[in-house]
């Protein structure tokens, strides 16, 4: 099977499988991820706002509009990278993921990740970043890369070599001079691993 057609079958099973159904009763679209599915950087969110439910995109709104820019900063398009988030559906008045949410979500997201096959993943926020490195702490750790091996198949023992570089979530940035200023420099460390 193609990417395209194993990612659309893995978002089908999520809808059919009822996943997270709380959430997906208050949901209106499911946002599963969008951008280059071969691309060699994946953004992992944490959860859709509004404007995502709304438009079943991720990061379309105040805080999409951040990362568009912290990209161009690095020369780099929505086209050059895949964005998703840990949970799929907003949770309700844009609260942050339960324990139970995001570890629903993380088998699919594992998948997911799979299928793009990355070569850095940049998880945005401490949501995304303790699904992969738990108990640690985004401010001492953002913008440090870490290569990881990202497990593919326990039965068969494959691993995956992946860089993780936890970043702040552009959402904090937003009315917080100092994080944006962190966000923007932690940024330029993503041309470096792409050269
Ligand atoms: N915040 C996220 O974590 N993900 C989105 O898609 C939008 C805002």
Redesign the pocket.
Known sequence: MQKEEMLKSLKQEIIQDNVCLKLKEGATNL?FGSGNINAQIMFI?????K??DLSG?????A??KLLNELLESVKLTREDVY?T?IVKYRPPQNRDPLPEEKEQFLPFLRRQIEIISPKIIIT??RH?MNCFLPGEQISKIHGIPRKMKFVLDHLKKSYKEVVFIPFF???AALYNGSLRKSLFLDFKIVSKYLN
């Open positions: 946002v969110g944490e959860a859709p706002g404007n995502e995109e991720p990061f379309v709104g805080a999409g964005i988030n945005l926020g995304s979530h552009p959402a």
